[in-house]
């Protein structure tokens, strides 16, 4: 089972890597955010694309979710970890610490959300939108690594690409939110619809604007923060990556099979065509 990584285009510059591909695939939803890059890392192959194109070309807003995970499908990509910057709504979450998710808040509007648009409708369950297999294996990578890092929190996803209001800042801490980003959702609803594996480890940046002795959230302070976490990303990747690659104990791969209110025999191609990938093993 190939791992799929989403982040930044610098992720996959770590040790032992060996790029073997570029793969240029189109959708049914469109192009993806940039080319996937194919690697070996010991004897796993991994799949890296950089969720806002090589140099931070698309806002979170407009990136296209669904030929992402559509393209993971794609090039057999059966697990996909999330890196991605965040800002930390608690006190006990430092800049610099990493975050293990396991549920999000999501708070974005516009944004296609699903593959099932009809007239073929699925209803996957998002009860629990993290695999808990994926991310307790990556909770292991960040402690190996000597990362500090949280087991567990809620991940609020805002529209951006605006940062937020002192008030809003203020609301999401009342409401228990413990770090605030702009990416992760669709993202998690269509890799659920793709039965594919997601978890997120979210790197804390800064305090978001809550923080009264901490300066506001600014480019400038992310840069700075995102440096070090990058680094530390890559090396919780190759700890991640030198495990030997586990049979899933989750069912994630099954979402389908009780989600979809349909006789797939009795669609035509026209209904199947943009959403084959996803529904081939249930014909």
């Not at 799949?47 to 030929?67: C, D, E, K, S």
């Not at 396991?102 to 699903?114: L, N, P, Y």
């Not at 600014?218 to 919780?236: E, F, L, P, R």
Request: glycine share 8%; charged share 20%; hydrophobic share 40%.
């Amino acid at each position: 089972m190939r791992s799929g990584v989403i982040g930044g285009s610098g992720l996959y510059a770590i040790d032992g890597v060996e790029v073997l591909d570029e793969l240029d695939i189109d959708t049914p939803w469109g192009k993806p955010s940039d080319v996937l890059t194919l690697a070996r890392i010991g004897d796993q192959e991994v799949v890296f694309l950089p969720r806002h194109g090589r140099g931070h070309r698309i806002p979170p807003h407009q990136i296209n979710y669904r030929a992402n995970i559509y393209a993971m499908k794609l090039a057999g990509v059966g697990r996909i970890i999330s890196v991605s910057a965040v800002g930390s709504l608690q006190q006990a979450i430092v800049p610099g610490d990493f975050v293990l998710v396991d549920q999000f808040v999501d708070r974005t509007q516009g944004r296609a959300s699903t593959f099932f648009e009809g007239p073929i409708v699925a209803h996957v369950s998002m009860a629990d939108p993290v695999c808990s297999c994926l991310r307790h294996s990556l909770l292991q990578a960040c402690q190996a690594s000597g990362i500090n890092s949280h087991d567990g929190g809620t991940y609020m996803v805002m529209q951006g690409p605006q940062f937020s209001s002192r008030a809003e800042s203020q609301l999401y801490r009342q409401w228990g939110m413990d770090v605030i980003g702009m990416t992760n959702m669709p993202e998690a609803k269509l890799a659920r619809e793709a039965e594919i594996c997601y978890a997120t480890v979210a790197m804390s940046t800064d305090y978001d604007c809550w923080h009264e002795e901490e300066a506001d959230v600014s480019v400038d302070s992310i840069v700075a923060v995102m440096q070090g976490n990058v680094s530390k990303a890559q090396t919780m990747l190759e700890h991640f990556f030198s495990q030997s690659p586990a049979v899933p104990a989750c069912d994630c791969h099954q979402a389908l099979a009780r989600g979809i209110f349909a006789d797939l025999s009795q669609h035509d191609g026209d209904a199947l065509r943009p959403i084959h990938a996803l529904v081939e093993r249930l014909l």
